[in-house]
Every structure is written in structure tokens, then in C-alpha cells.
């Protein structure tokens, strides 16, 4: 992620710019009254709407401390379709960044709609969350070798007889110099693991807070998104899927 550059994951279609799956098709929640149904409409807001409220948690207790959104992930799940304990770390890191930095007023929506766009929540190519977020087997990029639509970044081990390309990591696709930076541990385990959700999903708040600025008005938040990976197209993507979970739908 970031630094200008992104790749799409592996398996997915190849990108214009940078990594992100950039697709459209939607699945919707259909809500049914009176012999009709009916679609709930999503909003065309920039930026997206924040979504149901997170209710206020001990942001200071020991280990994994996301999961005292057990509840309330559980009744967002029911609409959105999002994993439990990845509505957890999205909550969580926006819990954090309320906190830490109220000015930013990112929402867990633009995380969701980020996680969703780069790895399907944790769960591209068969990938699972495991209760200690940790999402395995790891999800990995296709290498940044130059290719059409990839940037061309050299591991720090490369040589010019044996080069060798990063990829991004992980369910919010951080490229490792990228990760090196803005990296935190968010489940208080120690480790600071661009392949647990926690730790992904707070990093991913903290960058687009030192990006964009405000995030509750759209000119912070095209930045942030913007920075996070140079397409117009994939910012679309992203605020249209924040946006249909901000009113509760699937994508």
C-alpha cells in the first residue's frame, strides 16, 4: 500500500494503477414491506457516512482489546455482511483514532470499504481470521516488477544478478517499507504483523489520518484515499462500499 504505489492481489484482475479490486458488482440487501420490495438507497455522499455509532469500550484493556465489539459487530454483520472480528478491528481502530486524534473523524465504513476492495475482508483466495485476528494464509500481492499497471520496487535484498520485487501484504496490502513505517501492534500481543487484522486496520487508520487531515470533509478524505493508492477509480470504488455499509447493505 501506499507511497504512491499499490498492486492488485494475486488472482485478481490486473490494475489500471495500483493493487485493489476494482470491481463493481454489488450484491444487495433487499427490504420488503407492504408486498414490495424495496432497495435501500446508497447515499452518494463524499465522504462516505460513519456508519452505526461504535459504543464506547476500555481502549486501554490487555489483549486483544477489539473484542468488546463482539455485540455490536454481530448486529452490523446481520446487514453488512462483514466477518465479526473484522468489524471488531474496524471498529477498534476507529475507536482509537477518535481518541488519539478527533480531528481526523475517520469512520470504521472507509476501513471496511478499503479491506474490502484489498482482500474481501480477510478472506481472499480462502484466507480466514483467526480469533487473535491473524489472518492466514497470508494474503500476498503480485510482485511490483514493472509490469503494466505495478510499480517496480526492489526488495532490499535484491541484487542486479538476482532482483527480487515486494508485494504487498496482508488484508489492507501494505508494502513493506510502507508497513516499516506506520506499523503498530493493535491486539497486544507484541508483534506488529501486517497479517493481523488488528494491527492492518489500525495502521491503515493512522496513515490515512497523517494523509488526509479531516476525514469527515471530502477534500481530506479524496487525499487520504488518493495517497493510499493514486486512483480515481479505486477511491470511487472504496466510498461506494463505505457508503452502502454506512446504511447497513452488502456489497
Known amino acids: 500500500m501506499m507511497n504512491g504505489v499499490r498492486i492488485r492481489m494475486a ?10 479490486l476494482v470491481g463493481t458488482a454489488v450484491a444487495l440487501v433487499l427490504l420488503t414491506g407492504c408486498g414490495t420490495t424495496h432497495l ?4 452518494d455522499d463524499m465522504p462516505p ?12 484493556a490487555p489483549g486483544r482489546t477489539a473484542i468488546q465489539l463482539h455485540d455490536w459487530a454481530k448486529e452490523q454483520r446481520e446487514s453488512t455482511g462483514i466477518p465479526v472480528l473484522a468489524l471488531e ?7 482509537v483514532m477518535a481518541r488519539s486524534k478527533p480531528e481526523c473523524g475517520i469512520g470504521w465504513t472507509t476501513l471496511a470499504g478499503i479491506a474490502s476492495v484489498e482482500s474481501q475482508h480477510g478472506s481472499h483466495a480462502g484466507s480466514s481470521i483467526a480469533d487473535d485476528g491473524t489472518v492466514s494464509p497470508p494474503i500476498r500481492g503480485l510482485a511490483l516488477d514493472g509490469s503494466p499497471g505495478r510499480a517496480r520496487i526492489l526488495d532490499a535484498s535484491s541484487t542486479d544478478a538476482n532482483p527480487v520485487y515486494v508485494r504487498a501484504m496482508g488484508p489492507f496490502q501494505f508494502i513493506p517499507e510502507t508497513w516499516k513505517r506506520w506499523g503498530v501492534d493493535a491486539n497486544g500481543d507484541g508483534k506488529i504483523d501486517p497479517d493481523n487484522i488488528d494491527d492492518a486496520a489500525l495502521t491503515a487508520a493512522r496513515y490515512l489520518c497523517a494523509m488526509g487531515g479531516d476525514l469527515t470533509a471530502a477534500p481530506g478524505w479524496q487525499q487520504a484515499l488518493l495517497t493510499y493508492n493514486q486512483s480515481t477509480s479505486y477511491m470511487n470504488t472504496v466510498r461506494y462500499r463505505a457508503a452502502a455499509y454506512s446504511v ?4
Open 89 to 95: 478491528a474496524y471498529g477498534y481502530a476507529a475507536a
Open 248 to 251: 447497513g447493505r452488502t456489497v
Open 49 to 60: 457516512g460513519a456508519g452505526a455509532p461504535i459504543p464506547a469500550i476500555d481502549l486501554d
Open 40 to 43: 435501500t438507497p446508497v447515499p
Open 11 to 20: 488472482g485478481l484482475r490486473a490494475p489500471l494503477t495500483r493493487a485493489g
